[in-house]
């Protein structure tokens, strides 16, 4: 073997390892970015859930729900203010400079509603707005609008049709997530021991912290149970969706089968792994 062979041969020997060695340091970097996006989403749904369950213990407050049909277990903190202007058919929830609840969730600012009828009234259209509104130091932008679109008697569940426009989370750090968002929402009763159920559908997109798009659809309802919720746990406990992003391969998201846990299962092709989602 000649001496231009064997310089040929240890260049390809080390070709060989730099590319072994990169892909090595790019799997670790993969699985945080989708774990990362994993949190993200899953700290989303769980934001307009927490916002709409603001809004339903606003109108209680009120006495602009209607009891005998249900009422959700309040979690909002003693000083918040709640100003009531039914000739204009308004409602200001304000969290002021900032206050823990009791599950420990800690919001400031103001969540503005405007309504066309109650709550549980079929038709009515509650939409929402936000003045320097945070949930836990992230800053939430845009306009949330719920639609009643009835009850089913057999099954016992309202069905709501809601959507957010121009939305947006802001974090400490400055980075923010844009989506818009598109979903059917039952909420059924409470049955015996059981509480409320919530079961979504539908999907979202936008831009992530990242700066790339994304394109989430819910291929399995997420359901979100009331005894989960009750401790803490505002993220679905079951449910399928899938999670696209820009120039990455499709992950599927399993949040399992009704377990009050933050444990979910992320898969992209064949490969799988689980993964505990963080308090937001």
């Not at 103001?110 to 929402?128: D, E, F, H, L, M």
Request: net charge negative; with cysteine.
């Amino acid at each position: 073997m000649n001496r231009l062979q064997k310089t040929l041969i240890a260049l390809a020997a080390v070709g060989f390892l730099f590319t072994a060695c990169q892909k090595e340091d790019e799997a670790p970097i993969s699985q945080l970015e989708d774990s990362e996006e994993v949190n993200r989403e899953t700290d989303l749904t769980g934001t307009l859930e927490d916002i709409d369950d603001i809004v339903l213990t606003g109108f209680q407050r009120n006495g602009f729900a209607d009891r005998t049909v249900a009422t959700v277990e309040e979690d909002l903190c003693e000083r918040v203010d709640i100003t009531w202007l039914p000739n204009e058919k308004k409602m200001i929830l304000d969290f002021g400079d900032g206050c823990t609840s009791p599950r420990g969730i800690t919001r400031k600012g103001k969540v503005i509603v405007n309504y066309t009828g109650r709550y549980w009234a079929p038709g009515s259209v509650i939409t929402t707005t936000f003045e320097d509104f945070y949930i836990n130091e992230r800053k939430i932008e845009g306009v949330r609008i719920v639609r009643n679109e009835g009850f089913n008697q057999n099954d016992r569940f309202f069905t709501f049709i809601t959507r957010v426009e121009g939305g947006k989370i802001t974090w400490p750090d400055g980075t923010t997530r844009t989506f818009e968002s598109r979903h059917t929402k039952r909420i059924f009763l409470p049955n015996g021991d059981r509480g409320f159920i919530y079961a979504v559908d539908g999907g979202s997109e936008g831009v992530n912290r990242r700066g790339n798009s994304y394109r989430v659809e819910i291929t399995d309802p997420l359901i979100y149970a009331q005894r989960c919720i009750n401790t803490g746990i505002k993220i679905p406990s079951k449910g399928i969706l899938t999670l696209n992003v820009s120039e990455r391969p499709q992950i599927s998201v399993d949040f399992g089968d009704e377990g009050c846990d933050r444990e979910v299962t992320i898969s992209r092709g064949d490969q799988s792994r689980t993964i505990t989602i963080p308090r937001g």
